[in-house]
């Protein structure tokens, strides 16, 4: 079965406060979303990867990051839209027309594992859709207001949800038309497949598997990536 991958790479990165898109910060001396699109150009499984950036800078994700990349003739460029569900949308038009499976991933998460991503497609397979997750560590709060606590939700329920996520590739395609029509905005893929009543299985995500969103996350980042090259024990 054909599988194409999406890496949603066309925000600002305004929370990030540091005059520079989070998909281009250099994280041990390479840009962030470098390091997700080569683990999925190495694995034999995905046939394309959907890159969508901001608009306008094609020239500099070809000159710059995508220069010395192996397996680059797998990538095909896409400008994003306005909002991230627009971006992907956009990438699914992108993607070839024999595609079966499609997986999403968010390139300013750079620590995505072959393994996470062979999960994911896998259960995505059997069961329609699948989305990494990992437990909820933290005791967590609900409040309608932001001042008084309603309810506490039972921890061993929750799960922190991430990416990579895979679908079907007719039901994503069908979800986001459905939610365009409906004028309905959606966090992250998985949840216009629950929109439509559709369950979404979930596979093994990883604690490191972070997202940079803030300039706290950049240290962080940075202490994985060393321990991934094996600079830090």
């Known amino acids: 079965m054909s599988v194409t991958a999406i890496v949603a790479a066309a925000g600002s990165g305004t929370r990030m406060g540091i005059g520079e898109k989070k998909q281009y910060i250099e ?12 683990v999925l150009l190495k694995m034999d499984e995905i046939e394309s990867v959907v890159l969508v950036i901001p608009e306008g800078d094609r020239m500099r994700v070809e000159n710059d990051l995508l220069n010395n990349i192996c397996g680059k003739e797998k990538i095909i460029i896409v400008n994003g839209g306005a909002s991230r569900q627009e971006s992907v949308a956009r990438g699914i038009l992108a993607a070839p027309a024999e595609t079966e499976t499609l997986l999403v991933h968010d390139g300013a998460r750079p620590f995505v ?10 259960k995505a397979k059997l069961h329609g859709a699948c989305s990494a997750a990992v437990p909820v560590k933290d005791t967590i709060k609900y409040s309608s207001d932001g001042l008084t606590v309603d309810s506490t939700p039972e921890r061993g329920c929750l799960f922190i949800i991430q990416t990579p996520q895979a679908f079907d590739f007719d039901l994503i395609k069908k979800a986001h038309e459905k939610a365009e029509a409906e004028g309905f905005e959606g966090t992250d893929d998985a949840m216009l497949v629950e929109a439509m009543g559709e369950k979404v299985a979930l596979s093994k995500g990883s604690y490191g598997n972070i997202k940079l969103t803030s300039p706290e996350d950049v ?3 940075e202490i994985l990536a060393a321990r991934q090259r094996g600079i830090l024990e």
């Open 113 to 122: 594992t072959e393994e996470m991503v062979s999960e994911c497609i896998k």
């Open 27 to 38: 994280i041990c001396g390479k840009p962030v979303i470098a390091y997700s699109i080569e």
């Open 219 to 221: 240290p962080f980042a």
